[in-house]
C-alpha cells in the first residue's frame, strides 16, 4: 500500500488522543506547559527505544535461523513470536514509556485520580508511538531487500498486505493510548499511595504500573505477529481486537473525568471542599451557612469562635450562681 496512505492513517488519531486528554479535565487540571513536555520526551525517548528494538529483532532472528528455516517457521513459530513480542517490543516500548513517565511526573506532580495518571501516561506514548511508526516504516523503505537478516528481523506488521498494514496503522497510535493507558491507571494509584506515605503499596504498584502493561502489550503483540508469519488471519484480527478494546476502555475512563470535570466547572470555577468534623452538630452548622455574614472566613473558624462564646457565657453563669450563693452561706449559724 501507498507509504502516503499509511502515514495519514497512522497519524490520524493523535489530535484526537491529545484532545481527549485536554478535555478531560486530568493533567494538572490541564496544563498545557507539562502536556507538552511530556510529550516531547516521549517523542524523544522513541529514538533509543527504535535502536534498541532493531538491534534484539535482529539477534532473535539470527537466533532462530541458527536451527534451520524451516523449524524457524514451524516448530519455533510460536516461541520466536513471543521473543519478538514480548522481549523486543514490549519491553522495550513499555520500559521506556515508563522510565520517562517515573522520571518526570514522580516527584514533580502529583496526582489525585486514575484520570491524573492514564492523561499523563497517554501523552508520554502518543508522542512515542508517532515517532516509533514513522521510524519503522522509514527503516523499511530505506533498508535494501538483499539485506535479509536485517528486513527479517523488522515487525511482521511491515509484511502484513495492503489491508492488514492499514488496519494496523490506523490503530497503532491509538493502540499505545490503550497500553499507555493502561500503565497511567496502575501509576496513578502507586503515586497517590506515595503522596499518602504508603510506601509499602506504592512500590508494589509502581513495579505492577511497568510489568502488566509489558505483558499485556506482549500478548497483544504476539498475537499479531504470529498471525502474520503463520497467514493467520484470526489471530492477527484478535491482537488488534484486544489492543482496541483495552484503548476503548481508557478512553471511556478519561471521558469519565471529562464529565465529572464539566460539572465541576459549570459556573466558571471549582467547588472548594473543606473537611468539617465527624459529629452531627457541627455538620448541620455547616450545612446552614453559618458563616454567611463573612464569606471570607471558613466555616470551621467560626464554629471555634461560637464555641469560646459559649465557654465564657457558661463560665460567667456559673461566677453570678457562686455570688448569691454565698451571703446564704454566711448567714447559717455555725
Not at 490503530?171 to 497500553?179: D, P, T
Not at 466555616?299 to 465557654?311: C, V
Amino acid at each position: 500500500m501507498n507509504i502516503t496512505v499509511l502515514l495519514i492513517a497512522a497519524f490520524l488519531p493523535l489530535p484526537i488522543v491529545l484532545f481527549m486528554i485536554l478535555r478531560s479535565g486530568s493533567f494538572g487540571k490541564g496544563s498545557l506547559g507539562a502536556l507538552m513536555k511530556l510529550f516531547f520526551l516521549g517523542l524523544a525517548a522513541a529514538v533509543p527505544a527504535f535502536l534498541m528494538e532493531l538491534g534484539i529483532l535482529l539477534l532473535i532472528d539470527l537466533f532462530l535461523n541458527m536451527f534451520g528455516a524451516e523449524a524457524a517457521g514451524g516448530d519455533l513459530a510460536v516461541i520466536g513470536a513471543i521473543l519478538r513480542a514480548v522481549i523486543a517490543v514490549a519491553l522495550i516500548e513499555e520500559g521506556w514509556k515508563h522510565f520517562v513517565l517515573r522520571k518526570t511526573t514522580w516527584k514533580q506532580m502529583t496526582m489525585e485520580t486514575i484520570a491524573d495518571g492514564i492523561a499523563a501516561s497517554a501523552v508520554v506514548g502518543a508522542g512515542f508511538s508517532a515517532v516509533m511508526y514513522g521510524a519503522w516504516q522509514a527503516a523499511y523503505l530505506l533498508i535494501p531487500a538483499d539485506m535479509g537478516p536485517l528486513r527479517d528481523g523488522m515487525p511482521g506488521w511491515l509484511r502484513a498486505g495492503a489491508v492488514g498494514s492499514f488496519l494496523f496503522a490506523l490503530l497503532y497510535i491509538f493502540s499505545h493510548f490503550g497500553f499507555s493507558g493502561f500503565m497511567g491507571a496502575i501509576y496513578g494509584i502507586a503515586k497517590n499511595s506515595e503522596q499518602k506515605q504508603h510506601n509499602k503499596r506504592a512500590g508494589m504498584m509502581l513495579v505492577m504500573s511497568c510489568l502488566l502493561p509489558v505483558l499485556a502489550h506482549g500478548a497483544c503483540a504476539a498475537l499479531i505477529v504470529y498471525g502474520v508469519d503463520r497467514e493467520k488471519v484470526l489471530w492477527f484480527a484478535v491482537g488488534l481486537a484486544a489492543e482496541t478494546l483495552l484503548a476503548v476502555w481508557m478512553a471511556a475512563e478519561l471521558s469519565k473525568a471529562s464529565d465529572a470535570a464539566g460539572v465541576d466547572n459549570q459556573y466558571g470555577h471549582e467547588a472548594e471542599t473543606v473537611d468539617f468534623g465527624d459529629s452531627e452538630e457541627f455538620a448541620a452548622f455547616a450545612e446552614s451557612g453559618g458563616n454567611a455574614d463573612n464569606e471570607d472566613t471558613p466555616q470551621y473558624a467560626y464554629a471555634d469562635e461560637q464555641d469560646q462564646q459559649d465557654q465564657q457565657d457558661q463560665g460567667g453563669t456559673a461566677a453570678e450562681t457562686s455570688e448569691e450563693t454565698e451571703p446564704e452561706e454566711a448567714e447559717k449559724p455555725e
